[in-house]
Structures are given as structure tokens and as C-alpha cells.
């Protein structure tokens, strides 16, 4: 061994190495040809999948641009057409190689009412272009779109094109027809339950406005007969004093015929038909205000008379079944359309009765107050009350809680509309004792 030394000393070779070296030299440099393969099989891998997601979002992109009912068309700031859709190349009859990088302008018929340059004015303007009507050349003949359109921006931010869809008029035609004749539809509908829910509540209240009418009829009815026979009574000693009869014939026909009875009841019987006619007017005055839909007309009226009137034409036919206590004071003034708010104050007053029913206690309390700004007029009733749930809800139009048939759910609605008309405020809640308290807050009349 030592030989050896000296002979690679003298002719200038490298030593020799022992065996030991040698192997871990080798071995390193296979570990590091395997990191290597190792890196590169990762980078491999990793390429694999971002090309299996670019195909995978350009199968998406080319999926919904095929899928596009609307004719989509890129093209660059001068105007050369880029790409397009499967819509476009339907509507222009030719493939996409026809229709790449041929000019937009050449897509556009002469009529055309806007054309590439005013596409172009209003995006350097930073305009939208939003329903821009477009007039496009196809073999079919003249083609109306509406167009919609965004600037198209490269990977720095830079405005490299525009992106137009369009879609044709005449389907926004045909779809604003149909949105407008359904709008029609609706009010024709929502005016045809109003009326309805008007004459709903109108056949509900016929039984007490019957009762309310019945009291002075009879009474004047009764009257009548009465009179009849004091008018035959006077008319027989009429016809004795024509034939001349004496005093003594005359004395006895007074005190047979009563005719100092019958003159001394005269007036009274004639007052209690003027009473009675006089009722019958009033209630028939108050059902023309309350199916008058003059808005216009506004004037001062009395809250406590109106109050009064809806509890009587309501609650007067069950007056046996329901306890009622009205407190409110006289000259309650407030100022708008009587009529409406004599429907609003009735619709109340039946809800509270129709929420009393099978209750073991029937009571309607109706109390009033006014202030110089305000009146406020409170019903409460001894029925459930509100459920917290639906206590948002209760003024929806078709929210009701009656079965079916019994209720449009549009009573409450209306009524608080009226009352906003008016620039009231309508509110529910319930009482601390049980039931439910609907308050009516109106603008209090002023002097002049």
C-alpha cells in the first residue's frame, strides 16, 4: 500500500480512495437524482390538475355560452370581432370562422339606430351601455336586438375590448305586453275584492242595519193606524156639525167619539211620526256616506256619532248576547271622509264581535279622548286577544284568521289604508286584563 502512495505521489495521480468513500459518494448522488424525480413527478402532478381545471372551466364556459338564448359577441376596441356565441352564429347563419375577426360594423344593417361608434363614445364616456336598440344584416332579413354591454379588461387591467349581449326585441316586446297585461289583471283583481270585501261587510251588517230600521218604521207604522182612527173619529162629528145638530147630539158624539182625548193625543202622535221619519232619515243618511266613495269630499264630523251609528247597525241585533259600554264624549271632531271612517270604525266593531264568539264573556267597551292635535277613540273587546306571532301581520291584505269563507282578509287592510289616508294611525295590541284593543288615532278638526 504504501508502494502504491508513493507511486501516485511521483507520476501526480490522485490518491486512492477507500472503499467506504466511494459508496457514500454514489449513494448521495442517487438521493439526490431522487429528489429530483420526486420534484419533478410533484410538478407533474401539479400541472396534470391545473390542465384538468383549465379544461374543466373551459367545458363550463363553452357549456354556458352554447346554453346563452342571447347572441353574445366579443370584439376588440376597434371593433374586429374576437369570438361569439353558438345563439350568434345561428342568427347570422354562418360558422365561427366566418365570423372571427370580421368587423362589427359589417354585422349592422343601415337602419341600425346606434352603431360600433357609440358603443364605443359611451364606454371612453364611462357610460353603461344598458337597452341600446340595434338593428343587425341577417339572411332572414332585419334583425332587432337590445343591447347590454361591458368593457372587456386583459391581466393588467387594461380595457382590451367590449363584450355585447343582445336580445331580441321582440321577445322584451311580447314579455312587457304580458308583465303589463298581468299588472292589469292584478288591479282589475285587487279592485274587485275591494268591492267585494265593501259589499261582504255591507251583507253582514243587513241584519242590524234592519234592526235599526225596524224600531222607527214600527213606530210611525203604528202612529199611522193610530191617526186612521182619530181622523174617522173627527171626521163623524165633522159630519154632525155640517147637519146641524143640536147641542145635546153634540155633546153626546164628543163624549162618545173622545174627541177631547182625541185632540189632546193628536200632536203627540204626530211628533212620534216626525221622530220615527226622522230616524229612518238619519239611518238612511249614514248608508249613503258609507257607500259614498267621493274622496275628495272632506269635512268635520263627529267621531262619538259615527261610533255610535257602526256599534248600532253592528252589535244591535245581538245586543242580547254582547254587553256594550260606550264612553265617549260628544264633539270629538275630526276632519276627512266620514263615510270611510264610518266603514273602518264598523269593520272594527265587527271583528271584535266575530272574536267573541263562543267566549264565556261578551263585552265591547268603546272609549274616546281628544287632545288640540288629536282624537283617539279605543275598542276592546273580552276575546282572545293577539297572538304575539301573527301581531305583525294583522294589517297584511288576505291575512286572516276566520275559516275559510268567513273572511277575505282584506277588512283590516282597507281600514288601515283609509286611516293613512286620512293621516291617522291604526294599532293593535292587547289589553293587561285579556282581550284586544284596536286604537284609532285621528287628526283633531281646528278652527278654520
Not at 354562418?94 to 359611451?122: C, I, N, T, V
Not at 181622523?231 to 164628543?254: F, K, N, P, Q
Not at 203627540?268 to 243618511?285: F, W, Y
Request: glycine share 8%; with cysteine.
Amino acid at each position: 500500500m504504501r508502494e502504491d502512495a508513493e507511486t501516485a505521489l511521483r507520476y501526480g495521480k490522485p490518491l486512492p480512495r477507500p472503499a467506504d468513500e466511494a459508496d457514500e459518494a454514489w449513494i448521495a448522488v442517487i438521493r439526490k437524482m431522487d429528489e429530483t424525480y420526486a420534484e419533478l413527478l410533484t410538478q407533474q402532478v401539479a400541472v396534470e390538475q391545473k390542465n384538468a381545471e383549465l379544461e374543466e372551466a373551459q367545458t363550463f364556459i363553452a357549456g354556458l355560452m352554447a346554453s346563452m338564448t342571447d347572441i353574445l359577441i366579443a370584439c376588440d376596441l376597434s371593433g374586429r370581432i374576437e369570438q361569439v356565441n353558438l345563439s350568434a352564429e345561428r342568427a347570422f347563419g354562418r360558422p365561427p370562422g366566418d365570423l372571427a375577426r370580421l368587423p362589427f360594423e359589417e354585422l349592422l344593417a343601415e337602419e341600425s339606430p346606434a352603431h360600433f361608434h357609440h358603443l364605443r363614445d359611451a364606454v371612453e364616456r364611462r357610460a353603461r351601455i344598458s337597452d341600446r336598440e340595434l338593428v343587425f344584416r341577417t339572411p332572414e332579413g332585419p334583425f332587432p336586438v337590445s343591447a347590454n354591454g361591458a368593457v372587456r379588461f386583459d391581466s393588467r387591467g387594461r380595457s382590451v375590448g367590449l363584450v355585447l349581449v343582445c336580445r331580441p326585441i321582440g321577445e322584451l316586446r311580447k314579455a312587457y305586453s304580458d308583465l303589463e297585461a298581468a299588472h292589469e289583471r292584478l288591479k282589475q283583481a285587487q279592485q274587485q275584492l275591494v268591492h267585494s270585501e265593501k259589499m261582504a261587510s255591507l251583507g253582514r251588517l243587513v241584519a242590524g242595519v234592519a234592526h235599526e230600521l225596524n224600531n222607527p218604521i214600527s213606530f210611525v207604522y203604528g202612529n199611522a193606524h193610530t191617526l186612521r182612527r182619530y181622523s174617522a173619529r173627527l171626521t163623524a162629528y165633522v159630519d154632525a156639525v155640517e147637519r146641524g145638530a143640536d147641542a145635546a147630539t153634540l155633546a153626546r158624539l164628543r163624549e162618545e167619539l173622545k174627541i177631547q182625548h182625541t185632540l189632546a193625543n193628536m200632536e203627540g202622535t204626530l211628533d212620534g211620526m216626525l221622530e220615527g221619519a226622522e230616524r229612518v232619515r238619519d239611518v238612511v243618511a249614514d248608508l249613503r256616506r258609507f257607500s259614498s266613495d267621493r274622496r275628495e269630499v272632506r269635512e268635520v264630523f263627529d267621531l262619538a256619532a259615527l261610533a255610535r251609528s257602526a256599534l248600532d247597525w253592528v252589535a244591535k241585533a245581538r245586543a242580547s248576547e254582547i254587553e256594550t259600554l260606550v264612553d265617549v264624549p260628544e264633539g270629538l271632531e275630526a276632519v276627512g271622509h266620514p263615510g270611510h271612517v264610518h266603514q273602518v270604525l264598523m269593520n272594527l266593531v265587527q271583528n271584535a264581535v266575530d272574536a267573541m264568539e263562543d267566549r264565556p264573556v261578551r263585552r265591547l267597551e268603546i272609549t274616546g279622548s281628544g287632545s288640540s292635535d288629536e282624537v283617539v277613540l279605543m275598542l276592546r273587546d273580552t276575546g282572545p286577544g293577539i297572538d304575539p306571532e301573527i301581531a305583525t301581520r294583522i294589517f297584511d291584505p288576505f291575512f286572516t284568521t276566520k275559516p275559510v269563507g268567513k273572511g277575505t282578509g282584506l277588512g283590516l287592510s282597507i281600514s288601515y289604508r283609509i286611516v293613512q289616508e286620512h293621516g291617522g294611525v291604526l294599532e293593535a295590541g292587547n289589553h293587561p286584563e285579556g282581550g284586544a284593543v284596536m286604537t284609532l288615532r285621528l287628526p283633531a278638526a281646528r278652527e278654520g
